[in-house]
T-cell receptor
Framework: EAQVTQNPRYLITVTGKKLTVTCSQN?????MSWYRQDPGLGLRQIYY???????DKGDVPEGYKVSRKEKRNFPLILESPSPNQTSLYFC???????????????FGQGTRLTVV | GESVGLHLPTLSVQEGDNSIINCAYS??????FIWYKQESGKGPQFIID?????DKRQGQRVTVLLNKTVKHLSLQIAATQPGDSAVYFC??????????FGQGTELSVKP
């Protein structure tokens, strides 16, 4: 089954304690990205990445890091989380390069992060 | 700057009626516009897209209209069903994978 898998689904942590949210896709997609969703602000793109080692910043990259050492995985790293990073996070992947359904982004189920 | 906005945060329709959800955009450089549906507790799900050089595209029970003159996008859902209840987002898609989402319209379908 084609899917994007995020872990964990829920996470409560303390300010300053480094954390990683994992994301994996099994569709051989080229593009992967991370979003945060906040009430009244909708979905905002944190980072998007067209290929391994080629990363572009989205709208809200501050305080976040990403890496993509292999095509299927795209972890989101918060080196020193702060309460303003409390949010619902989504990972997404898209684009096979075949020309078919290349705009369709597949989203994970979300990770609800609380930083206290 | 780039932005995507929706006209109404909520929309309530009677089951069986048609629904129209509107979206305005500001950037003319996008290559696609996309509509997503997000049900409670789930990630957004692709509904339909439209290339920026098109005016209309139809899918199953959905039609998207693009008016580039006034930078307006709409999603029409025919014969709205209870399962259509969700938050709907329009998104501005740029080559390379950048996506800018609108804030969403919550559609409620009354039985």
């Amino acid at each position: 089954e084609a899917q994007v898998t995020q872990n964990p689904r829920y996470l409560i942590t303390v300010t300053g304690k480094k954390l990683t949210v994992t994301c994996s896709q099994n569709m051989n997609h080229e593009y992967m990205s991370w979003y945060r969703q906040d009430p009244g602000l909708g979905l905002r793109q944190i980072y998007y990445l067209m290929n391994v080692e080629v990363t572009d910043k989205g709208d809200v990259p501050e305080g976040y890091k990403v890496s993509r050492k292999e095509k299927r995985n795209f972890p989101l790293i918060l080196e020193s989380p702060s309460p303003n990073q409390t949010s619902l996070y989504f990972c997404a992947s898209s684009f096979t390069g075949t020309g078919k359904d290349d705009t369709e982004a597949f989203f994970g189920q979300g990770t609800r992060l609380t930083v206290v | 700057g780039e932005s995507v906005g929706l006209h109404l945060p909520t929309l309530s329709v009677q089951e069986g009626d048609n629904s129209i959800i509107n979206c305005a955009y500001s950037n003319s450089a996008s290559d696609y516009f996309i509509w997503y549906k997000q049900e409670s507790g789930k990630g957004p799900q692709f509904i339909i897209d439209i290339r920026s050089n098109m005016d209309k595209r139809q899918g199953q029970r959905v039609t998207v209209l693009l008016n580039k003159t006034v930078k307006h996008l709409s999603l029409q859902i025919a014969a709205t069903q209870p399962g259509d209840s969700a938050v709907y987002f329009c998104a501005d898609h740029f080559q390379g994978g950048k996506l800018i989402f609108g804030q969403g319209t919550e559609l409620s379908v009354k039985p």
